[in-house]
DNA sequence: CCCGCCATAGGCAGATCTGCCTAGGCAACC
DNA sequence: GGTTGCCTAGGCAGATCTGCCTATGGCGGG
């Protein structure tokens, strides 16, 4: 997996230098100037972490920390800031970032700090492939075998072919035959698997 | 639910003139001038918020909060501290603490903050609630019964008789007959649901 | 127009579940 | 010694699941 430092900072002087000193210790690095630089370029795929400066004209790191989460963020975020104090570190961990950093700071903590978050950036690349496999199955379902497998996990006191016949108005004879195109292409053996593969979407890969 | 704030500061100014002013503004409040105090008193039960000083001789602030989510914590933490800085509220908020302030504060903010705190500190008491009437309906499984139960939710893909009985070495007719009780015990009408209740503790109620 | 996919539905046989019955062995408790 | 609770196990009947077959009708692509 390539995993690639992000780098958005106004501060040249800073964007410049932290780049060659990440660089130059083995990190891909790719650097902007701002947010909206960066959400330009960003394809929402790549892996890896983002460092971020927090108080930037234009969008500030604290918005751009919001839009990513909006979507599914797979960037593990650190914060450096210039005049940030403990309010904006709260707000900035609590909204998820995984680090905070003052400037001026030693680049051998920064270097520590993003060990940490291409660790967790590896965690999370793991687990939402575990988790896109899972959905690429459920992907396969037709509309009526969707319906019924919501039904089943909504409602799974009542999975019987009769009862989930009853209540979409159909025969259970023809539940009976979608479960079974169910299972068969979900790759699994009984009800109790499907709930189970439901509640933990990770679950078996 | 009656819930109470939690003072714990080395400063006897501080500690006392804070719990007059929350006392007066309606909240219950015990105060501990050390942490030591603080966990002999604690009965790991009641609900509340913790309103912890950083720095204190002894137990400091965020030793407590380690000893704290040792145990189910319910508590959450809102830190005050008169030296610490960004690092520290970083760590503070990462372990789990709801808010981190700065002295000198409003009280105004800290009374604002009590209020967040005290809504979550309710959610984690329903929460807990709920997992508490799940456990005990399962604490009332005898031995046997758990085993099967836990089989059966560690491997849900193959839950039938046969299978679990040839895994315990026991007849498939017996483990008909476990299943049954257990059924029974935890008030459910199928192994799916055994499987969503397992997946979700707070589920069902 | 035919082919493939989907939803519908039934038959049938064998496997499994479910509820209700009995029953022996064992350990704990009164 | 009796009672109670648990684990074991079987019988039996009715319900349900499962896999395999057929079949009709709709809908869209080639």
């Known amino acids: 997996m390539n995993l690639t430092v992000f780098v958005v900072d106004d501060d040249d002087a800073i964007r410049s230098s ?24 960003w394809n929402g795929q790549s892996g890896g972490c983002l460092i971020l400066d927090h108080g930037m004209p234009g969008m500030s790191g ?9 979507q ?10 210039g005049h940030g104090g403990v309010p904006e570190s ?18 051998a903590v920064l270097v520590e700090r993003i060990e ?6 590896s965690e999370r690349l793991a687990a939402r492939e575990g988790c896109q496999k899972t959905r690429a199955r459920f992907d396969r379902l037709t509309a009526r ?12 006191s009542g999975t ?21 195109r169910i299972m068969e292409k979900l790759g699994i053996r009984s009800v109790a698997e499907l709930i189970a593969l439901a509640g933990r979407p990770g679950g078996q890969g």
């Open 145 to 156: 075998e969707a319906e019924i497998v919501d039904h089943m996990v909504e409602n799974p």
């Open 160 to 180: 019987s072919s009769k009862e989930v016949g009853a209540r979409l108005g159909i025969s259970p004879r023809t539940v009976d035959h979608h479960r079974a």
């Open 18 to 41: 932290l780049s060659r000193a990440l660089r130059k210790r083995g990190y891909e690095v790719e650097a902007f100037a701002s947010a909206e630089a960066f959400l330009g370029a």
């Open 116 to 121: 940490t978050a291409l660790g967790i950036a």
């Open 62 to 70: 604290l918005e751009l920390q919001k839009r990513l989460a909006g």
């Open 72 to 81: 599914d963020y797979l960037l593990p975020i650190i914060f450096i800031t």
């Open 90 to 107: 709260v707000q900035a961990i609590k909204a998820g970032a995984v680090d905070f950093l003052e400037k001026p700071f030693r680049q």
